[in-house]
């Protein structure tokens, strides 16, 4: 069973930055992932990392402001999100796979967090 605890969210103002961390309870060898969820929308994804944090992916339409990585030694994976606009504003979820860093083996996974909130106000 894989605990994954997010935390960093906030009240932050347009163009400001946030940096998300998640907590693993697990191994290295998971393939880890963020996705966010605005009110009334489906869970969108939004960044992945490879276990070794080689290779990383992200939503083509966010590409620029997100940048994800991971410190294994400390079992926690990071997102950072720049130039904040309203519409980031959402709860941040990650995710671990054994599957791999692809969107669908996160998104299938069992093992996701609480999440966390991040409003961005304009």
């Known amino acids: 069973q894989v605990q994954l605890v997010e935390s960093g969210g906030g009240l932050v103002q347009a163009g400001g930055s946030v940096r998300l961390s998640c907590a693993s309870s697990?191994?290295?060898?998971?393939?880890m992932g963020w996705f966010r969820q605005a009110p009334g929308k489906e869970h969108e994804f939004v960044a992945a990392?490879?276990?070794?944090?080689?290779?990383?992916y992200y939503a083509d339409s966010l590409k620029g402001r997100f940048t994800i990585s991971r410190d294994n030694a400390e079992n926690t994976v990071y997102l950072q999100v720049n130039s904040l606009k309203p519409e980031d504003t959402a709860v941040y979820y990650c995710?671990?796979?054994?599957?791999?860093?692809?969107?669908?083996?996160?998104?299938?996974?069992?093992?996701w967090g609480q999440g966390t909130q991040v409003t961005v106000s304009s």
């Open positions: 697990a191994s290295s060898r998971y393939a």
């Open positions: 995710a671990a796979s054994v599957a791999g860093p692809s969107e669908s083996s996160l998104r299938n996974s069992p093992y």
């Open positions: 990392i490879s276990w070794s944090g080689s290779r990383q």
